[in-house]
C-alpha cells in the first residue's frame, strides 16, 4: 500500500477513535441530566388526618414515572431539579390545560387529589 493511502488510513482511524470516545462523555451527561433529582412535597388537607401535631407532609422522589396525588392533596411544592407537569386524571393521560400544566423548580401550586403529577 503507498504512503499516502496509509496515512489517509490511519488519519481515518483516529479521526473515528476520536469521535467515538467524545460522544460516550456526552451520551453520559445526558444521561445524568434527563434524571431528575430532588423531592416533590405534597400537603394533605387538614382533617385528611387529626394529629395535635398537625397535617404530615407526603414526599415522593423527582421522578420521571406518573404519580397520582393523594387523597386531600392541596398543595404541592417542586423542590426537585425539573419541573412539574400536571395531569387532569391519576393516569398522567390527560395534561391540565395552560398556563396551569406545570411548575418550575423550586415553586409550588395547588392541585385536585383527582390528578397526577410526574417530572420532566
Known amino acids: 500500500m503507498p504512503l499516502p493511502s496509509r496515512i489517509a488510513t490511519v488519519a481515518t482511524a483516529l479521526t473515528a477513535a476520536v469521535l467515538a470516545a467524545s460522544a460516550a462523555p456526552a451520551a453520559e451527561a445526558r444521561d445524568r441530566a434527563a434524571q431528575p433529582e430532588g423531592r416533590i412535597i405534597v400537603f394533605v388537607t387538614e382533617g385528611g388526618q387529626v ?70
Do not use: M
Not at 386531600?72 to 398556563?99: E, I, K, Q
Open 51 to 120: 394529629s395535635w401535631a398537625g397535617t404530615r407532609l407526603k414526599e415522593y422522589p423527582a421522578s420521571s414515572s406518573c404519580q397520582s396525588f393523594p387523597p386531600g392533596a392541596h398543595v404541592v411544592a417542586n423542590y426537585g431539579t425539573a419541573r412539574l407537569l400536571f395531569y387532569s386524571d391519576p393516569f398522567c393521560a390527560v395534561p391540565v390545560p395552560p398556563p396551569f400544566t406545570f411548575i418550575s423548580p423550586g415553586y409550588g401550586a395547588h392541585v385536585s387529589p383527582t390528578g397526577s403529577f410526574r417530572t420532566g
